[in-house]
């Protein structure tokens, strides 16, 4: 991505050798978040030109210096939120925002280069990775080896969108059973937090949703009934209480809108 507000190219990059506690990986299958397309639109912070993608499975091609915890060969999940095991970020057991994570996007690995380089300019990461590509590099703290066996088109969406929605659902929210919650936005993550809330025994999901396209899917993971705001002229947290007859238990916004958000509290 070149720049901002244009289409993607296609282009032949060079993806340089893993550096020392770095790993190169042969990328078999990447997803498309909602957060990409934010960095395409200016809604997150990145340089240009960029390589963007942060939800993918790949093996490992070659490793640098002193990787002791992956070998070529091995599936991995690379991460956007690394895990350095040295932080008090990932020390706390409530927390997992590893201070190594890219937030400032400064678009480069931890020794301040990129392994990219396009057309003779060097291209950034996207969040310390970056997948819409065939080889990457990442940190070896920044690489989950996986079951070679998991299926890579499913398995990618551990990445980013399986891991955020189920773990808002189960480990954040700590949802109960005979629960009620309410989902704003049935994209990759939405039906994910559906998925959890679910397992963790809601007996009542409700799906929220400008586009009923979604809603199909969102009933076979496990929402119960699905609305849509175009639906009613008054504010969906009104909906909202005369459907429970008080209020939900739980709310999760995963659009990404302040006024979403805003919808959720109230
Ligand atoms: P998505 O685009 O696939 O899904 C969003 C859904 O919201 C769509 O179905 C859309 O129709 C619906 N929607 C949009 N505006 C709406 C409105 N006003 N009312 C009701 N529904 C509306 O997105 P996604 O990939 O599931 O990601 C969702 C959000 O979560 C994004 O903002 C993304 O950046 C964020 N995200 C955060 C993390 C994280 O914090 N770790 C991880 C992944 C995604
Ligand atoms: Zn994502």
Known sequence: LWEQN?????EEVEVAPPKAKEVRI?????????????????MWPSKFPVIVGHE?????????????????GDKVIPLFL???????????????????????????MSDGTSRFTCKGETIYHFMNIGTFTEYTVASEFAVAKIDDAAPSEKICLLGCAFSTGYGAAVKTGKVTPGSTCAVFGLGGVGLSVIMGCKLAGASRIIGIDLNKDKFEKAMAVG?????SPKDFT?????VLS????????????????LETMIDAIE
């Not at 993918?56 to 070529?72: D, N, Q, R």
């Not at 008054?234 to 009104?238: A, D, T």
């Not at 005369?242 to 809108?257: A, L, Q, R, W």
């Open 6 to 10: 244009k289409p993607f190219s296609i």
């Open 26 to 42: 042969k990328i078999l299958a990447t997803g498309i978040c909602r957060t990409d397309d934010h960095v395409v639109e200016g």
């Open 56 to 72: 993918a499975v790949g093996i490992v091609e070659s490793i640098g210096e002193g990787v002791t915890t992956v070998k070529p």
């Open 82 to 108: 690394p895990q350095c095991r040295e932080c008090k970020y990932c020390r706390n057991p409530d927390g997992n925002l590893c201070i190594m994570t890219d937030l400032k996007a400064d678009g480069v």
């Open 223 to 227: 929402a119960t009934e699905c609305i």
């Open 234 to 238: 008054k504010p969906i947290s009104e």
């Open 242 to 257: 005369e459907m429970t007859g008080d209020s939900v238990d739980y709310t999760f916004e995963v659009i990404g809108h």
